[in-house]
């Protein structure tokens, strides 16, 4: 898929796949062009070249009704009522109106906010408010999940409702893929991951597969004329955080660590 606006191209050529019963996160910094990549994907906005594809064919309004979608901006109707939003959440997209109320009540229970059900959306706290969001998305049983940084501002025990939440609906048949700039929870939480940078795709493939292939990397810092002991209180400063200075040998010091993103590094106290 390829996306300009105006002069600034945000999407080049940029394809990747995402399967059934998968766990796909999408990573990039911000800028990288997630966003409208998914936007894309649910049809919010057309790519200038490409075509997005399910099940092998291209995707119409039909099959984007199948879709659950939780965008950046959150957007529910405040004034509303937790379980009468979800129930005409589901229907808007074609569930009947007992089922519908069924299967709102039911996402409420897992998302643990039974007390809340009766409460309007504004009266809840942000990170139950972003739960009632991920209900919203998935309240029709998509067979596609598409969450544009969904974790972004969840407390802890947030994290751990929508990670398992995620989990199940991928067990269960599900396609999902998530955006976000968090590598470390991405490595936890997916089976496979999409590494997008200034709108190219920079890596693809299972978790596994990337970790073996950009297995463990040696980053040495070499400092002139050091002193002895320089090292000592001292870390490489990266784009992904810093890695303590150790290691023999004069000014030189190494440290063995994860594979980062290409880390610009540069000593620091």
Known sequence: MTRRYGEVVALEDLGFQVHRGQLHGFVGPNGAGKTTTMRIV???VEPDAGTVLWDGAPVGADTRSD??????????YPKMRVA???????????????????AADAWIERLGLSDRADTRLEELSLGNQQRIQLGAALVHEPSLLVLDEPFSGLDPGGVDVLSAVL????AQGAAVVFSSHQLELVERVCDAVSIINHGRLVASGGVAELTARHGGQTLEVEVEDAPKGWWRGRHVQGRRGRARAAGRGGGRRRRRRRPRRQDRAQTGT
């Open 84 to 102: 009468n939003q979800l129930t005409y959440m589901a229907q808007l997209h074609g569930v009947a109106a007992q089922p519908a109320r069924a």
């Open 67 to 76: 879709f659950g979608y939780m965008p950046e901006e959150r957007g529910l």
């Open 42 to 44: 649910i049809g919010v």
């Open 167 to 170: 989990a199940e609906r991928a």
